[in-house]
């Protein structure tokens, strides 16, 4: 089963940033917090990953928090193209990916 | 290249009718997965595959066969499928099983009539 919960939707206007939540209360210390998304007739697409650190790549930045049972996903410029279902995943390496329900996230005009 | 592809995108086939699904990749991954995803709900783990050698099968029916040839391809083979079998089928690869960056292809949606 899942071991995340993420609100079942948000919306964003374009251009500005999305803030995207998740909760992780139950992480042990080796596993890894995963973000992928999900465009309407595609394929999951990777996002960003991290363990106890925050992180930064060209999609995203990932916000841990210190005790790490909750983590934040930020598209800083949020356009029509990030409408999708964002996914956050509680990952040990060596395991096996489970999604759960995740965030619809529907950037308006 | 950093493309995994599935054929074909769309499949209708009977009950009684056995087809198969392929999926590849040229980036040197030696993890792939195969995921089945019903309408409005999250990508369900089916098979994974570690350098050519079946290493999880999630309780998947028999009717469902994979198959890895070598380290580029996957197949699904399908016999005897239900109409509750209908869904897309998404194949994905990662450089290892450590490593989950998973690259997903576009999934096959299949139908079963």
């Known amino acids: 089963d899942a071991k995340t919960t993420q609100p079942p939707s948000m919306d964003c206007a374009e251009g500005r940033a999305a803030n995207l939540p998740c909760n992780h209360s139950t992480i042990s210390g080796n596993e890894y917090v995963y973000w992928y998304r999900q465009i309407h007739s595609q394929g999951p697409q990777y996002i960003i990953h991290?363990?106890?650190n925050n992180e930064t790549n060209e999609m995203a930045s990932l916000i841990i928090t210190e005790d790490r049972k909750s983590s934040t996903l930020i598209l800083p410029h949020a356009t029509l193209r990030d409408t999708a279902v964002y996914y956050c995943?509680?990952?040990?390496?060596?395991?096996?990916?489970?999604f759960g329900q995740g965030t619809e996230l529907s950037v308006k005009p | 290249d950093t493309e995994v592809t599935q054929t074909p995108k769309h499949l209708v086939m009977g009950m009684t009718n056995k087809k198969s699904l392929k999926c590849e990749q040229h980036?040197?991954?030696?993890?792939m997965y195969w995921y089945k995803q019903k309408a409005k709900k999250p990508p369900e783990l089916m098979f994974v595959y570690s350098y050519e050698k079946l290493s999880i099968n999630e309780s998947v029916p028999s009717r469902f066969s994979p198959e890895c040839p070598n380290s580029s391809l996957l197949n699904l083979h399908l016999h005897a499928l239900q109409p509750e079998d209908s869904a897309l089928y998404l194949c994905a690869s990662s450089q290892d099983r450590v490593r989950h960056e998973q690259y997903f292809g576009p999934g096959t949606r299949l139908t079963v009539t």
């Open positions: 991290g363990l106890k």
């Open positions: 995943i509680q990952y040990n390496q060596g395991g096996k990916l489970i």
């Open positions: 980036m040197g991954h030696r993890a």
